[in-house]
Each structure stands twice: as C-alpha cells, then as structure tokens.
C-alpha cells in the first residue's frame, strides 16, 4: 500500500479521530458548560495516547466559536522554554481560557513562572498524566474498545485483517492508542 492511501497516514488520522465525548461518556455540551463556568486551574488527566491535546484542540475551537478569548501554550521534548510559549499572551488574562498542554515538560522554576503569569486567567485547562493536586475536568481512561472503536472507524473494510492484533498491540504499548495506530500504519505499509 502506498503511504499516501494508507488510512493510518497521520494526516488522515487527524481528519477522522477528531475528539468525540461520548466516546468518553461525556457530551460537547456538558464540556463547553464546565468549561464557561468553571474557574481556576483545573486537569485533564490521560495517560500518553489518551487524547488529552486531541480533546484541547477541539475545545479551543469550540470555545473560541462562542467568543471566548482562548489561548494555547504547547510544551514538548523540544518545546521545553518558556518565554517563547508565553510571548503572544496578552497581559490581561481576566476573561481568558488558556489551554496548557505539556507544562510538566518545563523544568520547575519555568513552571512556577508560568503559573503565576497565568494566574489572572479566568480558566486554566493543563494535561497530566495522572492525577495531581489539580481538581479533574476530565479522565480519559483509553481501552482496548476505544481502540477497536477508533480502527473500526479509520479502517473500515481493512478493520478485520487488524483487529485480531489490537489487544496485544494495547497491552504492548501501554495503553497508548497513538503507538497503536502507528503500528497499524506500519501493518498495511
């Protein structure tokens, strides 16, 4: 199979598996309402793969659509400094909802700056990977039918030939949907 028609193509993957709540247990409505009302710095909490900047972005463009000022501060193994992440902020954050995902990849000191820059924002979203000191907006718990749940929809009529690997592939990688999807990529390659 060519790369480019593969169903498991990272660009494709990004088009299909767009955040769903109610795969979750949860609905738009009921996230976007904690969303408005809520205040302070709250978590969502997922193990690697769950979904937990997936959910982030859907949420900021949800939220930004019903006029709320939304900011995004992404951190990763590379993505490590903090004045680059924070250089677009406003100085009043009062009525903002920031979107913080990755922060724990700062080292201490830039976490503490950054908690305080942000501490004037009506609402702070930020992604751990267990649970912490922050109250929970929500756990994502991914499992094996998540993870059938997500191939049945991205393969299609290729589901049956990876299905009987998907367990073992799970249990492999953690828990981690993300490494799944990729081996499935690398199955059909």
Same mark, same amino acid.
């Given at each position: ?10 660009a494709?993957?990004?088009?299909v ?8 247990g ?5 996230l ?20 937990? =900047?997936?959910? !982030?972005? /859907?949420?900021?463009?949800? +939220?930004a659509? *019903?006029?709320?000022?939304?900011h995004s501060v992404? $951190? ?19 009525d903002a ?7 724990t990849h ?6 503490a700056?950054? =908690?305080?820059? !942000?501490? /004037?924002?009506?609402?702070? +979203?930020?992604? *751990?990977?267990?649970?912490c000191?922050?109250?929970? $907006? ?14 049945r ?11 009987p690997q ?9 828990g ?10 690398d199955a059909?390659?």
């Amino acid at each position: 199979m060519r790369p480019q028609d593969n169903p498991f193509a990272m660009a494709r993957l990004e088009q299909v598996l767009a955040f769903r709540p109610e795969w979750h247990g949860q609905s738009w409505d009921g996230l976007l309402a904690r969303a408005e009302t809520g205040r302070g710095k709250l978590a969502v909490v997922g193990r690697h793969g769950a979904g937990k =900047t997936t959910l !982030l972005d /859907a949420m900021a463009s949800r +939220l930004a659509a *019903r006029g709320h000022p939304m900011h995004s501060v992404f $951190f990763n193994d590379t993505h490590r400094s903090l004045e680059p992440a924070i250089a677009d902020l406003p100085r009043d954050l009062r009525d903002a909802i920031i979107l913080v995902d990755g922060d724990t990849h700062l080292p201490l000191i830039g976490r503490a700056r950054l =908690t305080r820059r !942000l501490a /004037a924002a009506r609402l702070v +979203l930020c992604t *751990r990977h267990r649970r912490c000191l922050l109250p929970v $907006f929500i756990r994502l718990r991914p499992d094996a039918a998540l993870l059938h749940r997500c191939v049945r929809e991205v393969a299609g009529s290729i589901y049956p030939r990876l299905a009987p690997q998907l367990d073992a592939w799970f249990v492999l990688e953690s828990g981690n949907i993300r490494h799944v999807l990729r081996r499935c990529y690398d199955a059909l390659g």
